[in-house]
């Protein structure tokens, strides 16, 4: 177990989900490679039953059944990486509640999109939605087997919480060796192009206008990350669409969230919540106060 002075170690939710399992692969190749402890973590659910009529054999139960499920996890990590260093974790509690606690002292947290007990329809489960929304350290989900190869994709507007989510998609790009593509989505005026010539808009000056500021964006970030080659994309289709594409041929896409409004209770803007439902690759989101 990594201590206060050690590195922070990369957390993997476990549930013997596909989606799980997919996601412990994940993050035992991003520990492999930044060097850092995996901790894999089942969470358990109390029951509903009055303490009093049920022994206390039912928690053991569950508790040994979780054991099971990260040995399960660990022995599929030793095969892949046998020299990394494991941390096994089985908690009782609400699972949101104590993957959050996690976030607090983790580097990054890995989660599938779907656990077992979700319920069939739902593209994005609860505990992923609200590790998205609210872990105190960027969260990865993770959909379906990732690719081993492909770039990197990061959506760029220029905000602090895009920089900030920029700076991550160069850094994984960087520890991947692998092209970071950087998109920036805008949109035509709500008219057509032969009544904005008759007022004299040049779309090809307003075009090289995009690939200029956005160029200027990824600039401070490219001077700190030379190695990294990138690739900037300039799209007018929305912003999600754009990403979505992108996201099939990527390794890891990369996306502000601001995460749960207290003022208004929102968890997600459309954009991420579109990707997190949809994208093929998995989707690291970063908050603002995100770590590097």
Known sequence: MATESGPRPIVACVDGSTCARHAVRWATAEAVRRGVPLR???TLQPPSVDPRRHPTSIGEYLHGLGLRCVWEAAATVHRTAPTLEVDIQVRLGEPSTELLA????ARLIVAGARGLGGFSGLRLGSTALALATAAHCPVVIVRKQPLDTGPVVVGVTG???SDAALGHAFDQAAARAETLIALHA???LPFDVDAAAAMGIGWADVDAEQHHTLARWVSGWQQRYPQVRVTRMI?????ARSLLDQARIAQLLVVGCHGRSPLTGLVLGAAPRALLHQAACPVMVVRAGHGG
């Open 186 to 188: 805008w949109h035509p």
């Open 235 to 239: 799209a007018t289709k929305r912003a």
């Open 102 to 105: 996690e976030s607090h002292s």
């Open 159 to 161: 905000s602090p919480l």
């Open 40 to 42: 894999l973590v089942h």
